[in-house]
């Protein structure tokens, strides 16, 4: 695992007031690890506090959304030829000291992808509304059904994925709220996924892309990605 490239990618969409720290505490940790910031479109001084804290940087010409930015981490780590990458947000939700418990599994060729779920950690002190834990529950149960794998944060952004995933989600990645989706097409490539748990903490910067107002635009929309890619033929 020591000679493995790791790509950490923090995709940052209007973070500035988070992004430097939670770039300076993960190079303090993992100071092998190449940290990407993928700047989302954003308004305000993410792009120029990532750059204080060192970190590289790529800058969207406009908001993409989560998808297009985790697939612009994808498509560079690809290019590159990394082992493996991990993603983390930018808004410092997700708690740097439990990354190996997540990159772990992955690196050690154990799995192809690895969720850290809050659900599964005592310790952690960050929930999630009513309104979002209804719709992780349908998800959990959705995704389920359909693929046999029973994970219990399937929105969790906190995700680790080896090389073979990654060459796959650089060629597509789903564009909203992709992370539900982004499980059955691992499940349709065969890959291995398991989740452990993992602390989150409350957002320090940023606003959640999920809204209460589209919350039900969301679990259709998703729904029915997820079912039309039940479809597909493995390619």
Request: proline share 4%; glycine share 8%; hydrophobic share 40%.
């Amino acid at each position: 695992m020591e000679n493995k490239k790791v790509l950490i990618m923090i995709p940052a969409f209007n973070e500035g007031r988070a992004i430097r720290l939670l770039v300076n505490d993960i190079r303090k940790r993992f100071p092998a690890f190449t940290i990407l910031v993928i700047n989302d479109g954003s308004s305000d001084n993410t792009a120029q506090e990532a750059r204080a804290g060192k970190a590289q940087l790529v800058s969207l010409p406009y908001n993409l959304g989560i998808g297009g930015a985790v697939q612009t981490g994808f498509k560079l780590a690809l290019r590159d030829g990394y082992d493996a990458t991990i993603q983390i947000d930018g808004d410092a939700q997700h708690d740097p000291a439990f990354l190996m418990d997540v990159l772990g599994p992955v690196l050690r060729g154990e799995v192809d992808l690895c969720i850290g779920s809050r659900f599964l950690s005592e310790k952690s002190k960050f929930k999630s509304t009513f309104l979002r834990r209804i719709g992780i529950r349908f998800f959990s149960v959705l995704l389920g059904w359909l693929t046999g794998i029973y994970l219990t944060d399937p929105t969790s952004g906190y995700r680790a994925t080896g090389k073979k995933l990654i060459s796959k989600f650089a060629s597509y990645y789903p564009i909203d709220f992709p992370e539900p989706e982004a499980i059955q097409i691992a499940n349709r490539f065969g890959a291995k996924i398991i989740e452990v748990p993992v602390n989150m903490r409350k957002r320090l910067g940023g606003t959640s892309s999920i809204r209460y107002f589209v919350t039900l635009y969301y679990m259709i929309k998703v729904t029915l990605a997820i079912l039309i890619d039940t479809l597909k033929h493995k390619n």
